[in-house]
């Protein structure tokens, strides 16, 4: 009786077994299978994500795009979707699938500058403030929010801290009305400044404005623009992504280098010219997939490499390829290893793994520092991505993205 209930309880546990590794299979990778891919026009299209997946066409779409971008490299001319099965039978998520046409860009990985103007001043936090009198208060509390934006004050525009300043001080305690951008949305808010003495009002704000720091340049396209970092510049208190309207690329030289080592990212150490003789173009964008811009002649003529076809994510393996950047003052190529592929879209900055195996580039930092973001990432000839981030824990590895994701920008 015993054996028979025993016998019972492990035929259970093993459909129960079963059943869970069928479930977590099918959720593994259908959430691994990218939502969206790009083939080119003028090749016939193999899509290997290397996943026991494939592909039907379920709905066909041939049409011009309207979200056609020349400019970046991608230009759309064709849609379909396509239905996946896993191991060919079991129904997952439906793909859309860009016909593009086929396009080179540039592989930079020169140092650069960057100052980025932010569209307004950034909360960063509220705080008391101690009148005159020595009574305590705290005016913005609940009424502005970290990471708001102000950009008006009285209907006059506020761009820099010390804009918002005189401003305060020129009404006094007088009431005020903020602009505040917040999550998209633009709303007004009063708020009563309280004097601290000396004619010297303050509202109990910490903010911030602009930006600055070092960083690689990634591609330039044939007609001029360019992508750098591979992600977007977001503000170190709060980690949110910086609102600008516009920024500054400059000329920047690395002059030493902070190594790396586990627990502790290194940096390269430069400055940054910010003549106007010294200045490579202007930036229009800050994304999560990078800074972009148009490059002006002087950042055109120093970059003299070979322009490279544009290698898609699923052309992407595991294997050797090749990092490009500057860590000693010279433009060089250092050996990597891409040792993981990640085709969702749960990560759009950080789609590949990838380790440093060049001893050159180990023994000058260590591994991945900071300032190499954008350096770009080159297998098989063609451009495949940049370098975004590094592992506190492991400075010899770190992510990156593809550079079609870099390219819809």
Known sequence: MRLKKYRKTLIGLFIFGIFFTGIYSYKYLNDNIPDEINVY??????INLHFPVSFEIKA?????????????????????NLQTKIFGLIPAKTV??????????????????????????MIIGTGKVTDSNGNVSYPAENIILENDYIFSLNDIEVNTKSQLTFLINKYGSKDIILGIRRN????????????????????????????????????????????????????????????????????????????????????????????????????????????????????????????????????????????????????????????????????KNKGMVIEITDEELLDKTG???????GSPIVQDGKIIGAVTHVFINNSTKGYGIFIENMLKH
């Open 41 to 46: 026009s003028t090749e016939d299209a193999k």
């Open 60 to 80: 066909e779409s041939v049409e011009a795009s309207s979200k056609s971008n020349k400019s970046s490299g991608h230009f759309i001319s064709e849609k379909y």
């Open 96 to 121: 859309e699938v860009n016909v593009i046409d086929k396009t080179q860009i540039m592989p930079c990985g020169i140092p650069i500058g960057i100052y980025l103007q932010t569209n307004g001043v």
């Open 184 to 347: 998209g949305n633009e709303i007004k808010v009063k708020v009563t400044p309280v004097c601290v003495g000396n004619n010297e009002y303050k509202i109990g704000i910490w903010v911030r404005d602009d930006s600055q720091g070092i960083g690689t340049l990634t591609f330039i396209t044939k007609d001029g623009k360019f992508g750098a970092l591979g992600h977007g510049i977001s503000d170190v208190d709060t980690g949110k992504l910086l609102g600008s309207i516009n920024g500054i690329l400059y000329k920047a030289d690395i002059w030493g280098i902070k190594k790396g080592k586990n627990g502790s990212p290194g940096g390269l150490l430069g400055s940054i010219s910010y003549e106007k003789n010294k200045e490579y173009g202007t930036i229009n964008s800050n994304t999560n997939h990078g800074i972009f811009g148009q490059a002006n002649e002087m950042l055109i003529n120093e970059c003299t490499f070979e322009y490279m076809d544009i290698g898609l994510k699923q052309d992407v393996k595991k294997g050797k390829a090749i990092i490009r950047c500057t860590v000693d003052g010279t433009i060089k190529d250092y050996e990597i290893e891409i040792i993981k592929v990640d085709y969702s879209n749960s990560h």
């Open 367 to 373: 591994g991945i520092v900071q300032g190499m973001s």
